[in-house]
């Protein structure tokens, strides 16, 4: 009789003990195999319905026994206490680190460190106010405290709150606001005003939120503010605070050089910025920001990879600074919004991978016309362009317009687009101007910035910006890393 050997030499995939095949370091460990087998046993009973054999993971004692304390000395040694003073610095400490975007809490602590945060949430803080604090133990004769809290201990007070929520006030975002029935009617909004909204959209965002490590946030530079997601911003801060977000203000060339040094000071604050063009001949940023993703690999030794993850409203290039990472066509990109349908892996190096995802846009109550600027919607297939050219005129500066189409004067947006018609030979029959075809010529133009144009950042002082003319403000970038 042959001896039994002491190792399997199957190559299952369920074998602890199979050879490591082509999958090398990816291949399951052994405590990975044991777990899952743990998972797919089963229990024996006989005939009887008596239980012969239990499960790896259930007690062996029948149900009723009486059980006793194991006498371990561990049970009854002395526990380890903290003083307040301690426990408040910590917290100060936690807070002051999670704050701060540039310091990450290396190691993790398993305790239950949520219990130390306040129970009372911002939505409910007034709803167990008398059960905390009576009326009497406040201000009555036996009042306990010195000092009532207050949102205004005086009238200035009060009325500087109350001016600050007037200034805040828009009446045209109300939704709530009652108004007189004029028998006019909203028309309903287009299905194509609706893009990168619906269910399966979030689904993939969520998906690559979920499996990413690093999740990188892709800002247009011409209006950073108007292409963040503060709803996703919200998730991630309340939901899953171990992922680390960081901003990237792409298409930088678009603007002057002090816009976007600006920008990366004020975002800085909230977030790690870093400004980036992505071209696979002449890019700026590809070195700083593949140095900082290898810093967040050295964070994570414990792992084996980490995935970044890019999202953004569409149309910022999110798949164009992966190609620029890998310094080839690796996703499919285009001038247009929504050419990214589903969530793909691309590895940028052996510990590193990246994950595309869809461009999402959160309901924000923006107009039409904002949509359609901020490139969300394709051009072509909106129903009436030329509702849309007034605005383009208001935000981008006249010297700029007149150096782009030539036209050195106009009255109002549609006899500027007659002149354009005219002057690019986009005619209907008995020499009518072409003012739905010119109108998707100049959306086409600023959604692909042609037509210089940028929001201005907060706080900047008239005297600090240099006076440029309309030829320096598309700056092309030699710097190449």
């Given at each position: 009789r042959r001896p039994r050997a002491s190792f399997n030499p199957s190559r299952a995939s369920t074998n602890p003990d199979r050879p490591a095949g082509a999958g090398g370091h990816n291949m399951r460990d052994r405590a990975t195999i044991r777990r899952l087998n743990m998972y797919r046993q089963r229990e024996r009973r006989n005939n009887y319905g008596k239980l012969v054999r239990p499960l790896e993971?259930?007690?062996?004692?029948?149900?009723?026994?009486?059980?006793?304390?194991?006498?371990?000395?561990?049970?009854?040694?002395?526990?380890?206490?903290?003083?307040?003073?301690?426990?408040?610095?910590?917290?100060?400490?936690?807070?002051?680190?999670?704050?701060?975007?540039?310091?990450?809490?290396?190691?993790?602590?398993k305790l239950p460190l949520s219990l130390l945060h306040d129970r009372i949430k911002p939505h409910n803080s007034k709803v167990h106010i008398l059960d905390t604090e009576t009326f009497g133990t406040t201000f009555g004769p036996k009042s306990q405290r010195k000092r009532p809290n207050l949102l205004a201990s005086d009238m200035q007070s009060l009325m500087e709150n109350a001016v600050t929520e007037?200034?805040?006030?828009?009446?045209?975002?109300?939704?709530?606001?009652?108004?007189?029935?004029?028998?006019?009617?909203?028309?309903?909004?287009?299905?194509?005003?609706?893009?990168?909204?619906?269910?399966?959209?979030?689904?993939?965002?969520?998906?690559?939120?979920?499996?990413?490590d690093v999740i990188v946030q892709v800002l247009d530079a011409r209006d950073p503010m108007g292409t963040r997601s503060p709803h996703v911003e919200a998730y991630l801060k309340k939901e899953k605070p171990w992922k680390h977000?960081?901003?990237?203000?792409?298409?930088?060339?678009?603007?002057?050089?002090?816009?976007?040094?600006?920008?990366?000071?004020?975002?800085?604050?909230?977030?790690?910025?870093?400004?980036?063009?992505?071209?696979l001949t002449n890019s700026f940023g590809k070195g700083a920001f593949i140095q900082l993703l290898r810093q967040f690999g050295k964070l994570h030794v414990d792992k084996k990879q980490i995935s970044v993850g890019f999202i953004g409203y569409p149309n910022?290039?999110?798949?164009?600074?992966?190609?620029?990472l890998r310094s080839k066509k690796v996703c499919s990109v285009a001038p247009i919004a929504g050419e990214t349908k589903v969530w793909q892996y691309i590895t940028?190096?052996?510990?590193?991978?990246?994950?595309?995802?869809?461009?999402?846009?959160?309901?924000?109550?923006?107009s039409e016309t904002d949509i359609v600027l901020k490139g969300v919607v394709q051009v072509e297939k909106i129903k009436s362009p030329e509702d849309h050219i007034a605005t383009v005129l208001d935000r981008a500066k006249p010297e700029y317009i007149r150096k782009t189409y030539k036209i050195e004067s106009w009255e109002n947006a549609e006899d500027f687009l007659k002149k354009l018609a005219l002057q690019t030979g986009k005619l209907l029959k008995g020499g009518e101007p072409d003012l739905h075809?010119?109108?998707?010529?100049?959306?086409?133009?600023?959604?692909?910035?042609?037509?210089?144009?940028?929001?201005?950042?907060?706080?900047?002082?008239?005297?600090?910006?240099?006076?440029?003319?309309?030829?320096d403000v598309t700056i092309g970038l030699s710097q190449s890393e």
């Amino acid at each position: 009789r042959r001896p039994r050997a002491s190792f399997n030499p199957s190559r299952a995939s369920t074998n602890p003990d199979r050879p490591a095949g082509a999958g090398g370091h990816n291949m399951r460990d052994r405590a990975t195999i044991r777990r899952l087998n743990m998972y797919r046993q089963r229990e024996r009973r006989n005939n009887y319905g008596k239980l012969v054999r239990p499960l790896e993971f259930q007690s062996t004692v029948a149900p009723g026994t009486i059980a006793r304390v194991e006498p371990n000395i561990k049970w009854f040694g002395n526990t380890r206490v903290i003083k307040q003073s301690c426990l408040q610095r910590f917290q100060e400490e936690m807070k002051t680190v999670m704050k701060d975007p540039y310091r990450v809490v290396m190691k993790q602590s398993k305790l239950p460190l949520s219990l130390l945060h306040d129970r009372i949430k911002p939505h409910n803080s007034k709803v167990h106010i008398l059960d905390t604090e009576t009326f009497g133990t406040t201000f009555g004769p036996k009042s306990q405290r010195k000092r009532p809290n207050l949102l205004a201990s005086d009238m200035q007070s009060l009325m500087e709150n109350a001016v600050t929520e007037t200034s805040n006030y828009k009446q045209d975002k109300d939704r709530d606001l009652v108004t007189e029935d004029t028998g006019v009617r909203v028309e309903v909004q287009e299905e194509i005003y609706k893009k990168g909204q619906s269910k399966r959209i979030w689904g993939e965002l969520y998906k690559v939120i979920d499996s990413s490590d690093v999740i990188v946030q892709v800002l247009d530079a011409r209006d950073p503010m108007g292409t963040r997601s503060p709803h996703v911003e919200a998730y991630l801060k309340k939901e899953k605070p171990w992922k680390h977000l960081i901003f990237v203000l792409n298409k930088c060339d678009l603007v002057p050089t002090w816009v976007t040094r600006r920008w990366v000071a004020v975002l800085s604050q909230e977030y790690p910025t870093l400004a980036f063009h992505a071209s696979l001949t002449n890019s700026f940023g590809k070195g700083a920001f593949i140095q900082l993703l290898r810093q967040f690999g050295k964070l994570h030794v414990d792992k084996k990879q980490i995935s970044v993850g890019f999202i953004g409203y569409p149309n910022v290039g999110k798949s164009s600074i992966i190609n620029t990472l890998r310094s080839k066509k690796v996703c499919s990109v285009a001038p247009i919004a929504g050419e990214t349908k589903v969530w793909q892996y691309i590895t940028l190096m052996r510990r590193i991978f990246l994950i595309d995802c869809p461009g999402v846009v959160y309901p924000s109550g923006d107009s039409e016309t904002d949509i359609v600027l901020k490139g969300v919607v394709q051009v072509e297939k909106i129903k009436s362009p030329e509702d849309h050219i007034a605005t383009v005129l208001d935000r981008a500066k006249p010297e700029y317009i007149r150096k782009t189409y030539k036209i050195e004067s106009w009255e109002n947006a549609e006899d500027f687009l007659k002149k354009l018609a005219l002057q690019t030979g986009k005619l209907l029959k008995g020499g009518e101007p072409d003012l739905h075809t010119v109108s998707r010529m100049v959306l086409n133009d600023w959604q692909r910035g042609r037509i210089p144009f940028f929001v201005k950042p907060p706080n900047v002082e008239q005297e600090s910006q240099p006076t440029e003319a309309a030829s320096d403000v598309t700056i092309g970038l030699s710097q190449s890393e």
